[in-house]
């Protein structure tokens, strides 16, 4: 009787995350993008009709942000629309994929780590955790335009001018030459705390999805 040779184990086919309710997914393809964004756009304006101003220039700024994390690599794009009292909580989370150049190979995460740690910015946090989907290099940092550098021409009207706290995980994806970047931010560096407590809540969150 012979044995079946047992074929190498496949990278997994898929993931998956739990967000917070009240966290909208904005598909950032060229081909689903504006579509998407009106819908975000009528769901934040539901029942209000005289601020057609407003409503246009939301629609404008949430595109430019869509075109801009296609640009970056991303492959998902979703936004808090969560309600604190009247407010709006703002923060965002970009998921791209990672990999090598061709013909080489990805750094590791600890070699990205201590790279990072030698370039020693106060504004930084650095280090290698362990996940329930597998090791992953996470970076936290605030960023302050007046103190880092000023804002280009480009960048004085734009969200991303403002103070923010970013928190980016870089997952190595079991079986495979690559990893799933994370990238949280908020404008919200009052309570950055708590919502990093919130970004590190969703990342743990993250597992794999075999292929059927």
Known sequence: MTSTPQSDPMPPADYQLLLPEGWFRV???????EQSV???VERQFKGIDNAPQIKAQLRQDMLRQAARAFEEGG??????LQQ??????????????GLPP???????????ADRLAVEGKDNREVSV?????????????EYDPARDRPPTEMEKDADYALPSVTLNYQVQVPRAEAILLLTFSTP?????????????AVAGSL????AA
């Open 27 to 33: 598909h950032i393809a060229p081909e689903r993008r």
């Open 38 to 40: 009106d819908a975000l």
């Open 75 to 80: 492959i998902e794009l979703y936004l808090s």
């Open 84 to 97: 604190a009292g009247p407010l709006t909580v703002p923060a965002s989370l970009l998921i791209a994929l």
């Open 102 to 112: 061709q013909g080489g190979r990805l750094p590791a995460l600890h070699d990205i």
């Open 129 to 141: 955790v362990e996940l329930a989907a597998g090791p992953a290099l996470r970076v936290r940092e």
């Open 188 to 200: 919200l560096v009052q309570i950055a705390d708590a919502m990093v407590d919130l970004f590190d």
């Open 207 to 210: 597992s794999w999805m075999d």
